[in-house]
């Protein structure tokens, strides 16, 4: 409030409702003026999301990233952007001769990481884990001689896991854009995604992947997909085809959403 009084800002940005979203919302009540703004990725079926809904119908836009996650929010504020991240493409993939199928992400319950480690037996193709998180040790301890946990690594290093995999697997329960996903596209690489969340946003079913729900024909899509290497072949070159936003483009359409309420 004290910035505010000494220099006007055009904009109260909040990259996080819930643990900054609050302080943004106290500082409106303190006299300043200026329009809000929050980045919500998606809301949580837990009781901390209540603090995000609550910040968000102060907000004067919200900016999120998938279709999925703007239905969520659909009601609290009186706008609504929708911002794509930009992806960073690996090296070019080639899913027929790929020696793995690799999963991407934090591990953390709702990735589900671990209900995909239990059941990945005789799928056909070792299983290569790049994350850590809280649930690390539970994986580990669930991980059979065909899952292999490599945790965090450098950002060259994963796009040489990307570019060596024959496809990728998100069995998240919950998700709202799919970074990992979205990366593997711009390789050239199929996806198996659950159907949960914004995963068949970024996957067409049949063509640049599979999408299913977690149940056993989740795990029939893996086997075929690990036994196939031209269905893997096929599927990884529509998903190269797909569009991929670039970093430069999400600044623009970030800095455009912005313009409106400023």
Known sequence: VGCWRRERFAMLRAHSARYVGPA???ARRCGVTAPLVVHVHHLDPIAAAAIDRWVCRRADLVVTDSDFSRGQLAGLAP???LVAPGV??????????GTYALAVGALKPRKNIRWLVERWRDVGLPLVVVGDGPERRAIARAAG????LVGHVADRVLADYYTH????VAPSRL????MPVATAQAAGLPCLVSDRGALPERVTDGVTGFVRPLDGTFLAAARRLATDAALRAAMGEAARRRPVQT???AAADVRAAYASVT
């Not at 960073?88 to 001769?97: G, I, V």
């Not at 001689?145 to 292999?148: E, L």
Request: aromatic share 10%; hydrophobic share 45%; proline share 16%.
């Open 24 to 26: 943004c919302v106290l």
């Open 79 to 81: 706008q609504i952007a």
């Open 88 to 97: 960073t493409a690996p090296p070019p993939a080639t899913p027929a001769t």
């Open 145 to 148: 001689p065909h899952v292999r």
């Open 165 to 168: 995999a024959a496809f990728v």
């Open 175 to 178: 998700e709202c854009y799919a």
């Open 247 to 249: 970093w430069k483009q």
